[in-house]
């Protein structure tokens, strides 16, 4: 099993930066593809960005391209989310998910482990 734990979330201005991390502990870490995912109260689960296993293939949801990049480290079992040119409507509660499968984008959010949450709030 892979348990994920996410860090890093805080207060920020608009057109500042943040940078998230999602901690792995487990023995198949390596092997999942780990995708963001974020929330925000009222609102419907949003996609954010997913990595593969190798860090070398990523994706990004259309409303933060070209202003987030996700990164992984698979030496300390982390995967990073750099955000930059943060906006008020980037405010959510930030989820990492893992798919054993190295699925990046299963339908329906369909991962087999997901992180406590981390919340990301942008003011103006």
């Known amino acids: 099993q892979v348990h994920l734990v996410e860090s890093g979330g805080g207060l920020v201005q608009t057109g500042g930066s943040l940078t998230l991390s999602c901690a792995a502990t487990?023995?198949?870490?390596?092997?999942?593809?780990i995708a963001w995912l974020r929330q925000a109260p009222g609102k419907e689960r949003d996609f954010v960005a997913a990595?593969?296993?190798?860090?070398?293939?990523?994706v990004y949801g259309d409303s933060v391209k070209g202003r987030f990049t996700i990164t992984r480290d698979n030496a300390k079992n982390t995967v990073y989310l750099q955000m930059n040119s943060l906006k008020p409507e980037d405010t959510a509660v930030y989820y990492c998910?893992?798919?054993?499968?190295?699925?990046?984008?299963?339908?329906?959010?369909?991962?087999?482990?997901w992180g406590q949450g981390t919340q990301v709030t942008v003011s103006s």
């Open positions: 990595i593969s296993y190798s860090g070398r293939n990523t």
């Open positions: 487990g023995h198949t870490f390596r092997s999942n593809a």
């Open positions: 998910a893992g798919n054993r499968q190295g699925i990046m984008t299963p339908p329906r959010y369909e991962y087999d482990s």
